[in-house]
């Protein structure tokens, strides 16, 4: 197998969002720090109730999808289709914005941990105005993958393989075939699992620091940045002295155009002023 090598690393910069909800944003801080078809990945995590206690209000969203992972707490989404996304630690919310849709995200705690992390992912323009559609999973219906050396990874989406065993997440059968998983290593631990070459990948370390494997040798990854792989067909990441957690995520990229404003990524600039005006107009979600 040839080894994916870290060929970028992007830090997680702090910035606030929704209401004045504070989080870190590393993949997703400019047009060039993007990676087809990942967007935007955030990732959330205080105690202190202030920096998260506005939530999100009612906002839209156009052209893509939003993954939304609680590690800790309790988050309520709702939309004007009348869906009721109750997120508590561990659960997963994959909403498809498509052709339009308006919802919020507010905190159900007033005090107490918040983490967790919203990533967004692109869809290919044949798909941007499908109708709009959520999937919660509940944290108890993600299959699990114990480590020969103690860790443990948590299978979102897509298919783990570990010792000629297959692990399939909830989520499968999407044009982008993304994976996600959410990986945990004791200290000096390593991971090592096969991507489809054609995909890109990313992880983001969370916990921890960790050594990416390549060709060249390791290259270190601190904890709160993203690091971008090269082509290649496996990646090998080892834990730091303190152990690690990070999110490996893979997925097919579309090669399309992205033009983005705001809530609305679409392929043109024109389809963009369009999804302004239905807004405007009340047609988003029509």
Not at 191 to 220: I, K, T
């Amino acid at each position: 197998m040839a080894l994916r090598t870290l060929q970028q690393v992007i830090p997680a910069l702090e910035t606030s969002d929704g209401a004045g909800v504070k989080l870190r944003r590393s993949i997703g801080q400019s047009p060039q720090a993007r990676l087809d078809p990942f967007l935007m990945l955030d990732e959330f995590g205080t105690d202190d109730p202030q920096d998260y206690i506005a939530g999100f209000p009612s906002h839209p969203h156009r052209g893509f999808e939003t993954v939304t992972y609680m590690l800790d707490g309790h988050m309520l989404h709702e939309d004007h289709l009348g869906n009721r996304g109750d997120l508590k630690s561990g659960d997963v919310q994959w909403m498809t914005a498509g052709r339009g849709i308006i919802h919020s995200e507010m905190s159900q705690q007033l005090e107490g941990r918040m983490r967790g992390f919203q990533l967004w992912i692109n869809l290919p323009a044949a798909e941007k105005m499908k109708p709009a559609g959520y999937r919660d999973i509940p944290a108890a219906s993600i299959p699990g993958a114990a480590l020969p050396g103690g860790g443990r990874v948590k299978v979102i989406a897509g298919t783990l393989r570990l010792d000629g065993r297959k692990t399939p997440g909830p989520v499968q059968g999407l044009s982008t075939e993304p994976l996600y998983f959410d990986v945990e290593l004791p200290a000096g631990e390593a991971f090592e699992q096969p991507l489809p070459p054609g995909h890109n990948a990313f992880l983001y370390a969370c916990e921890g620091d960790v050594l990416v494997d390549g060709a060249a040798g390791a290259r270190a990854l601190p904890r709160r940045a993203a690091g971008i792989f090269s082509a290649g067909d496996s990646v090998r990441v080892t834990a730091g002295g303190e152990g690690a957690r990070f999110i490996l995520l893979a997925a097919k990229p579309l090669r399309e155009p992205v033009v983005q404003y705001g809530p609305f990524v679409m392929n043109t600039r024109e389809e963009i002023e369009q999804a302004i005006r239905d807004y405007q107009a009340g047609r988003l979600t029509g």
